[in-house]
């Protein structure tokens, strides 16, 4: 009754703000969410479905006022930036209704940090994209960053809940932990990207890969040919196995043939000793090591070497993927002022190709993100390890209730899903209007052209009826080219005023373009034609002017298929809102359709819906082995990292080298978890454990030393600085 009574408080204000109340289904999911503890306190939370134009961004602001009337802070997670932002700066927003009740609210999309702080310090509802929530969390727990303040973890409400905990359910955001060594990697990069480069374009694709990459191993690493070693030296089969097995023991040369050593005189010294070989032996194994050496024309660091040969094949791989890559689709090159630098950078921005929003924190890993820098010629940055992270399964479970709204939770395989994971029900809320959508027939064609012109006829005759279109694409790159080829085919099949809708054609690619109908502040009129991504795709909520009602709404062109069905209905749901009439098609192109026939197309729906129910099966699996073992790694480092930090405060060790011992404990662990991930999760969990209590011996017996190149150079650095500075300062005691 107590949620009744204040949900029946928040609607009076409601009808006094916006001259309309709650509609019946929009109270009954209030009542949901605010009921579902109480009826089930083993559950987490409760996730909704509620149909497209049904008015989500009411119920959540509903939902939200009375959980801060109740004491309670309310973080808001919204599929982009784009959409935080709209909920708080937008006319269409509910600031109004929050202003009301003496709320305050904000959102965190700031890229300067202590406009984010005042945020966290001042407002009980905070709305943002899952990135920053994440970001700030681990950088105020880990890395010591005040920044949520005294902000508890009562409630979190996902919007677009599908998007979050299905699409991206098992995506782990971590803090771009820089190892100064792997700066030296540079170069590496710059040599494989020549190869690849010079394999393509040369078109020397009769090398297998393996020969391929046996070339880019000798290139950084001398090997010697086990097999040859008898006739390169000219002894005989028990002399040339009797030095194989003596250059294994002393670890000149491993069993594969990479020669470690690779100093002339250590090898020298090394065989001094050794009486079974003969001198002439040792004297012809010395100079054909030398004429190795010197025909390996690229150094690699000896603190790489373990790093560069666990990774070489897998650079080389993604050196290839970013070959094939094409800026437009996953990925764009932007300008833009960096605000902690104060400088004009230009950079790689990745693109989610489910929802069109860019993510310009993100970078891709082990060397994806540098290939592609180097394919455009921009500035190269750092390959960045794995130290500090956090997976979207565990960031949501750390809040003491979940709640999630979308218009389409997808199948019962998925909701079952959904329910383990994160100990949460599902319902489906009734829906206030008899909804007034007509899917028409879908259209596949086997050429560019003709799959070009099926659009143009299609907006064509919906200009004729003075209707209006959304034309969604995947990419960027297809936005721009669907948007001129069809006005193309305006020009020189249209005259006069019938060219008008196609010329004056709305583009939406970026969520910091303007989109003037995103939030319903400005009615969409008859022939108007809009190309967008899937930023308009998901979230965005484009109400359509009388005279469009009258003339049968708006039509949602999708130009592909999408990866699953609830995708798909989200592009579709920007059609028929509100009981409104609207309608929607498929367009697509595939060069391996034989005819046209709705047979067809049954046929590669089921197959994708197959392949999306086998990422589903895996979703859970690959949690449990794989990202849970992660996080059990991180936990444990943690608690060490902890342990030592209050060790190094006991022992009053100085602030300067306190930070260098750290950093030194932290790109140790990124660099073990970095050379264990690839092995069995269980073996990987084991060695971790190793780790994190030799770290912890090691400080306790001898003191903590830093062990990585650079931050042994640092750490000299310093004791000398002080040495010196004492010699300055007679009777000075000095306390390291």
Known sequence: MYHLYLMNIVDDKIGTIRGFRLRDPQKIAVLSVLNSKENDNTLNGILQQ?????????????????????????????????????????????????EAFGIKAGHICHELLRKRISVYKTCDIIYGDLTTFQSDYLQHNFLSKNILGSRSFDVIIVDEVDSMLLDNGLNMLYLAHNVAELELLQPILTKIWQMVNFRKKALLQHDDEATFFQNVYTCFFPTLFWNDLSFSLNIDSDEAEKLKNILITKKIVDAQGNILVTNWQEIKRELRHVHNLKDTTKARFLCLINDIVKEQYFHVPRSLHEYVILHLKELIENAQIAFNMKEGISYQIETAINLQKNKVETRIVITDPDTGVDLPSTQWSKGLHQFLQLKHGLCLTGVPTKAVYISNVSFFKKFSFICGFTGTLGTEHEKNMLKELYNVKCKIMPSSFNRRFYEIQPVIKKSEDEYYKQIFIVLKDLMEKNRAALVIADSVKLVSEISKKINHMAKESLIGEEQNPFENAVIYKRGAERFLYADGNVPLPPRTIIFATNLAGRGTDIKISDDLKENGGMHVIVTFLPQNLRIQRQAFGRAARRGEPGTAQLIIMDENVKNNTEAEFIDLKSSRNLIEKQKVNQVKKLYEQKIKVEEECFTMFGKVFEELKKEMQKAHIKPSYKEILLKDFMDQYAMALDANISNNMNQCLSDIEMFCDHMRKSFHDTGMQPQRPSNIMKYASRLVSLILYSFSIKGKNIKF
């Open 50 to 98: 509620v149909s497209t134009g049904e008015g989500k961004t009411l119920i959540i602001a509903t939902v939200s006022i009375i959980l801060v009337l109740m004491k309670l802070k309310v973080n808001i997670v919204t599929s982009s930036n784009v959409l935080a932002k709209m909920e708080i700066e937008s006319q269409h927003g509910c600031m109004d209704l929050f």
